[in-house]
């Protein structure tokens, strides 16, 4: 007969825990490294800082979305020049056809 373990007297488990108040969520307290009283944040990956409140490739976010844009616009320039050019090759071709074999037409 399997019996639950008694909660231990003293303890709330619903109070948020160090890491989720002075540590924002995104790492754990822990004593610092030369010991003393005050606990320090030891961050999750990809964030730093004394809270955890930065992230480490928050700096990248505004350069990488720019030249993301850049290429995407690039690229559909780049269609709509070939599409231009492909255009004019036709419009010749039909034009030299015209000539060559007699038709009348219009271009």
């Given at each position: ?14 109070l ?44 990248l ?15 559909v ?31």
């Amino acid at each position: 007969m399997a019996t639950a373990l008694p909660a231990p007297r003293g303890l709330d488990l619903s109070l948020p825990t160090c890491g989720e108040t002075q540590c924002s969520g995104r790492g754990t307290c822990a004593p610092p490294p030369g010991g003393g009283a005050n606990l320090v944040c030891d961050c999750h990956l990809g964030y730093q800082g004394e809270s955890c409140e930065d992230t480490v490739n928050g700096a990248l976010s505004l350069p990488l979305t720019l030249s993301v844009l850049a290429v995407i616009v690039g690229v559909v320039l780049l269609a709509f020049v070939c599409a231009k050019v492909r255009q004019f090759q036709k419009k010749k071709r039909r034009k030299n056809a015209a000539k060559k074999f007699g038709y009348d037409i219009v271009v």
